[in-house]
């Protein structure tokens, strides 16, 4: 495959005004339909084919001298996941240069067993950067599915382009994964991006699926223990569009609530009820385990996602955990979103993406970022009269925020991250974020209140969902139609804004140089048809040194 890291260097050898969006979504979802049993999240070959790797084969995390492979062996056929059934198996896995296996460059094995659901990772190392490489597992005589993988460029590479397939949100029940087939088809990502939301934790029929289940989840009911999200999560993993796009290129993930519960928070979740659904605690852990146990990521520190990876000089990706420190969300319209004692991510983490921006000496600065930071406000006044106002009420000092659960609910945090990139002259921060189930492009204003006569700190690609409802969804109208009303909206009250779609899904591709970093946005045909087509809808892009979005008229 041709090289997709344009590098100078040589590469180095081996060694409640309004409901809250989530609100609406489940208060509009469809009525609960019978799923299929837990035996579901098998395919049927599985009865009479044993060992196998029914799941798929992934990778994750690149470094420049090494990537994270994961694989799920189902050594028996009642060795069904969650179920915590099925003896130990020994499973090797080997790495090569090329899909032939001819050069291979590395192997060992490992054994699986039902105390991690027979899920394997292998963290390789010794691996040269920039490079392609070629990886399978086998257990019992039989070998897995073939797949791709990439390494990063050395550290100080001149690297001269990235690419970037970025997702988010998908919800099993409301349609079929077309996005993931259409990032797999291309052929040409050094690595893609899921912002969160990979699985959803309702019920059948309770969560945006517009009045249709599409196709049921396993297990039917909500999930809460360790065999529900061990469960749900391999249901996910049979679906051939994800299982193409793992076996395409590395992913680098994050979680968001859904991985947990709605509207997640340190102690608990909207879509939590202590002692009915036991503790948060144990649900929390419960959730945490099944996620690493089924991912290719590896947390930097113990259970969290936060970490930071680095693409040679041209960028670094810092990556958010946005609700495993969080102060629990307050109602629209409620003045303690200011609070200064009130955290999205936490003292610890906080400190360590400031430290990052400034430290870094890249020329990009990405950051993973699960809900948006962006202003999105109603009843915007100047500056002027807005603040004193605000304070008077006990209202938000910047604007009557609309979704408490994005930064907007967490002001004190934003304001203090947004005035360090200003005071410490740090350019080119790109947020990359998911969750809303819309496409935005946005700058980052240090007050929105002036803007754009006050500066931009920093822009942001928001990505719509893979198919969890966005607007028209919920409203039940043909596509495009709330777009054409609430856009011209939308940017009149947030002057940043410069593009909004309310009403598609879909992916974007993110395509980085030394002189810009540009988002290209496509959106699919139809969620509920497996052999949905997709086109290009958008692109804007930020030139270097501007922190302002622009919009340009041809994808890359």
């Known amino acids: 495959m041709t090289s997709r890291y344009r590098s100078s260097n040589t590469s180095e050898g081996i060694n409640s005004l309004t409901p809250r969006r989530r609100t609406v979504v489940k208060a509009a979802a469809a009525t609960a339909v019978l799923a299929g049993p837990l035996a579901a999240t098998l395919p049927a070959r599985a009865v009479d ?8 084969v992934a990778s ?5 001298d090494g990537v994270l492979l994961w694989t799920r062996v189902t050594p028996v056929p009642e060795a069904i996941p969650g179920s915590g059934a099925g003896p130990d198996t020994e499973v090797s896995w080997t790495v090569a240069e090329d899909k032939a296996f001819t050069t291979v460059v590395a192997k060992g094995s490992t054994t699986a067993t039902a105390a991690s659901d027979h899920t394997v990772k292998a963290d390789i190392r010794g691996l040269k950067p920039g490079t392609d490489y070629w990886f399978r597992f086998s257990a019992g005589g039989t070998d897995s599915p073939t797949a791709r993988t990439r390494t990063a460029p050395a550290h100080d590479a001149a690297v001269t382009g990235l690419r970037f397939g970025v997702v988010s949100c998908a919800n099993w029940e409301a349609g079929y994964f077309s996005p993931y087939r259409h990032l797999a088809a291309r052929g040409d990502l050094d690595a893609w991006l899921h912002l969160g939301d990979y699985i959803y934790e309702y019920g059948t029929g309770e969560y945006g699926t517009r009045g249709k289940v599409v196709r049921p989840h396993a297990p039917a009911h909500e999930i809460v223990t360790l065999a529900d999200y061990r469960t749900r999560h391999a249901r996910y993993k049979t679906d051939p569009d994800l299982q193409a796009l793992h076996a395409t290129a590395p992913v680098v993930a994050i979680w968001d609530d859904h991985e947990f519960a709605n509207d997640a928070f340190e102690g608990g979740a909207e879509n939590h009820t202590e002692g009915a659904e036991g503790t948060w605690s144990a649900r929390q852990a419960a959730a945490k385990q099944a996620y690493f146990e089924w991912m290719p990521v590896r947390p930097a520190i113990a259970g969290t996602t936060y970490r930071r990876l680095r693409f040679g000089k041209l960028a670094d990706l810092s990556l958010l955990d946005l609700r495993s420190f969080r102060s629990q969300q307050v109602k629209v319209g409620n003045g303690e979103v200011d609070d200064p004692d009130r ?16 430290s870094s000496d890249t020329t990009w600065r990405l950051v993973g970022n699960s809900v948006m930071i962006s202003p999105f406000a109603i009843g915007s006044l100047s500056a002027d009269l807005l603040k004193p106002l605000a304070k008077l009420l006990g209202l938000p000092q910047e604007g009557l925020a609309l979704n408490t659960d994005q930064w907007d609910g967490y002001t004190d945090d934003r304001r203090e991250i947004l005035a360090h990139l200003r005071t410490n002259a740090i350019r080119n921060t790109v947020f990359l974020t998911g969750d809303i189930h819309m496409a935005w492009a946005n700058d980052v204003p240090v007050d929105a209140g002036t803007y754009p006569l006050s500066p931009s ?27 054409a009303v609430a856009a011209p909206v939308i940017r009149a009250a947030n002057r940043h804004v410069h593009w909004v779609d309310t009403d598609r899904h879909g992916f974007g591709v993110l395509d980085i140089t ?37 919009r340009t008229y041809d994808p890359v």
């Open 49 to 56: 084919q044993a060992p196998a790797f029914l799941h798929g």
């Open 457 to 483: 700190a920093a822009t942001e690609f928001v990505v719509t969902s893979v198919t969890s409802d966005n607007l028209d969804d919920i409203v039940k109208v043909p596509e495009g139609t709330v777009s």
């Open 60 to 64: 994750g995390d690149p470094l420049p």
């Open 514 to 550: 030394a002189e810009r970093a540009q988002m290209d946005f496509y959106v699919v045909s139809d969620r509920a048809k497996r052999d949905a087509t997709a086109k290009w809808s958008r692109s804007y892009r930020t030139r270097s040194g501007t922190q302002k979005v622009e």
């Open 343 to 358: 955290t999205l991510t936490g003292r610890a983490q906080l400190d360590w993406l400031k430290t990052g921006l400034a």
